[in-house]
């Protein structure tokens, strides 16, 4: 997995439609580490300890918590140490739309999928 995450992290353009493996890379290994295990190089120096994402399931009795996950990616649960929807790491890859763009709301529900899919398939 290392491997690939480390070839796929090169930096796409924020229209682009990207796998979950790809958004993972540039949003969330950072502080969650290359393999989810919350040990990325900028996770020493948050304010709160950075979830094992691997280990999910396990601690939600063997089942993945899936709704909550993506409630957190998609900003409706505010997560203090995520920051504001304005924050930098989220950029608009994960900002929920004007409702009046079905388009831009769909792409936005497809890249929050696309992540909470791949998170589950890092489980243990």
Do not use: K
């Amino acid at each position: 997995m290392i491997l690939a995450l480390i070839t796929a992290g090169c930096v796409h353009e924020p229209g682009a439609r990207l796998s979950g493996l790809d958004l993972y890379v540039n949003y969330c290994a950072a502080c969650h580490g290359a393999n989810g295990e919350g040990d990325g190089p900028v996770g020493n120096v948050m304010q709160v300890q950075v979830p094992n994402l691997r280990l999910l399931s396990e601690r939600n009795s063997g089942i993945f918590p899936e709704e909550s996950i993506t409630e957190y990616i998609d900003g409706r649960t505010v997560v203090s140490s995520h920051g504001d929807r304005r924050m930098p790491v989220w950029g608009d890859v994960f900002r929920w739309t004007d409702e009046n763009d079905p388009e831009a709301e769909q792409l936005v529900q497809q890249r929050i999928a696309a992540i909470v899919g791949f998170i589950d398939e890092m489980q243990y």
